[in-house]
């Protein structure tokens, strides 16, 4: 409660967390379609390509105005984009590789930068490492704003370009047979990634801001098969991970941001990957043990048919070790026996032995497709 009243009343509180909810928002709806066209590195490559844009705007204006520093990020990370479209394109390099080659050479030159920027008199790279990590208590109501129109932008044009999006995304070739031009919807696409990753460095960082972009996204994925539900739930668990850890690092002795926002993610992850209803470990060994169980329970019924077509009316039941003998399967065949016996399919006698009653008798005749075979 104390810390629900400091986000409503306290300046600084309050804009940590509506900057980083925001964000997350933005970041985690754009996320959904990066991941599923298998580009996750890329967030993380142009992310690494802003620190230059950051060193040399600072080094050109002597300004440490986020706005100055940002929008010099925001060429930076255009210029990492297109280096990377370039080597794909005229290299047999892959994205993969072209990924990682501007993301050290960028992340390099802007820790050189730095570094300079440090050793010159009258500077101090006080106030641009908060790149490197983020650091959400520097969030002021003038970013706030700044970060609200850039989602809204993002995420009306995510709503508006969705049909094409979705398109290229699992079909780049009828994207053009749709009438589509690949090219402006791969442009587009990038300059809202590149939006993104800029209006979040001062938040997050240069480092794990693309855990914003990929890790919602995956634990997403394991509740539903829906593009659309992905998206929101990608967009809500960044959001809400945003938030909190970045409350945890304004209110936590001055943690860093991007860590912190990160171990919340990790918990977001951890519970999806385990209790995702689509693709949970949990869940998917859950039914896994139900498959098996339904498939062992209908061998054994449809032996118990086989054994009463075979056998007098008088001796239609049979023991546990013969229908294992039937079904080539002893271990627990007795276990499967009660559970049928209990769901009344089966009947039991006073010595343990087992026959089908009505109730299986019926079951068997429709998962062989046909009536009844007992008219007794």
């Known amino acids: 409660m104390s810390l629900l009243y400091e986000m409503i009343f306290d300046y600084t509180l309050r804009n940590v967390a509506l900057g980083t909810l925001l964000l997350g928002l933005g970041a985690g709806a754009i996320g959904s379609f990066m991941t ?25 204006t002597s300004a440490k105005d986020p706005s100055v520093l940002l929008i010099g990020a925001a060429i930076a990370g255009v210029l ?82 969705f049909k094409e999006f979705k398109s290229s995304t699992f079909d780049p070739q009828s994207t053009t047979v749709m009438g589509f031009n690949q090219k402006i919807i791969d442009f587009i696409f990038a300059a809202l990634l590149v939006a993104v990753i800029v209006v979040g460095l001062q938040t997050v960082g240069v480092i794990l801001i693309s855990a914003l972009l990929v890790a919602p ?97 008088s001796d239609l039941y049979h023991s546990s070790h013969t229908i294992g003998l039937m079904v080539q399967h002893n271990q627990g065949i007795k276990r499967v026996l009660k559970q049928l016996t209990f769901s009344g399919l089966l009947l039991v006698d006073e010595e343990s032995n087992y026959a089908l009653s009505r109730k299986g008798e019926e079951f068997v005749a429709s998962l062989k497709g046909g009536e009844g075979l007992y008219a007794r």
Request: a positive charge.
């Open 36 to 60: 599923l066209r298998g580009q996750s590195l890329i967030g993380d490559a142009i992310a690494h390509a802003t620190l230059p844009g950051v060193a040399i705007a600072y080094l050109l």
């Open 80 to 161: 990492g984009i297109g280096a990377i479209t370039v080597i794909i394109r005229t290299t047999k390099i892959d994205s993969d590789g072209a990924n990682g080659i501007i993301l050290s050479i960028f992340f390099g030159l802007g820790l050189l930068l730095l570094t300079y920027i440090q050793k010159l008199p009258k500077s101090s790279q006080a106030g641009l490492d908060r790149f490197i990590f983020g650091q959400a208590a520097t969030i002021v109501a003038k970013d706030v704003v700044i970060i609200a129109i850039v989602q809204f932008l993002v995420l009306t044009t995510l709503v508006l370009f």
């Open 217 to 313: 996204a995956a634990a997403a994925r394991q509740w539903t098969h829906s593009l659309k539900t992905m998206v929101i739930l990608s967009s809500l668990f960044s959001g809400i991970s945003g938030m909190i850890g970045s409350l945890i690092s304004a209110t936590g002795m001055n943690l860093p941001t991007g860590p912190m926002i990160v171990l919340v993610l990790t918990l977001f992850i951890a519970i999806s990957f385990l209790f995702g209803s689509k693709r949970g470990v949990v869940n998917k060994k859950i039914a896994q043990i139900k498959r098996n169980r339904t498939f062992d329970q209908n061998r054994i019924l449809l032996a118990l048919d086989t054994l009463a077509r075979s056998h007098e009316e």
